[in-house]
């Protein structure tokens, strides 16, 4: 019994880690850039949207943290997200056109601000002498 618990959990993994597949799918059609593969590009957001709105369920069901709780399969979930309702959207809507030209520069010149407080140590980006 305990095999095909284990083993159903880490189908439940599997099945989340399909998102990470739509994602490479999605990258690859936004880097075609051609109607057609945009339009391949926002189903597979569709269907990687469909996939994180049940792998919890799926996941809770099966009761994956129970059976397999070496693997965070949260931190699985976290990634496939950032990829697919951030940097992959962003990206299409980048290489589409869709964002008009006059915000092009704004968003640039605060993504190089934000670069450059990231690169900083929290003590240059606390810092306590009240200069800044």
């Known amino acids: 019994m305990m095999v095909t ?20 799918g999605m990258a690859v059609f936004i880097v075609r850039g051609d109607a057609e593969s945009f339009r391949r590009a926002i189903a597979l957001i569709i269907v990687a949207t469909f996939i994180d709105s ?10 994956v943290k129970e059976v397999l709780p070496q693997f965070d399969g949260r931190r699985l ?16 809507i980048w290489r589409a056109g869709i964002l008009p030209a006059d915000l092009h520069q704004p968003l640039r ?12 140590t929290p003590q240059q980006s606390h810092s306590t002498t009240g200069d800044d």
């Open 5 to 24: 618990r284990k083993l159903t959990a880490w189908l439940v993994h599997c099945y989340t880690a399909l998102g990470l597949v739509a994602a490479a």
């Open 54 to 63: 049940t792998d919890g369920w799926l996941a809770r069901r099966a009761r």
């Open 77 to 92: 979930d976290d990634i496939i997200d950032f990829q697919t309702y951030t940097s992959l959207p962003l990206l299409l």
């Open 109 to 120: 010149l605060r993504d190089v601000r934000l670069a450059s407080e990231a690169q900083r």
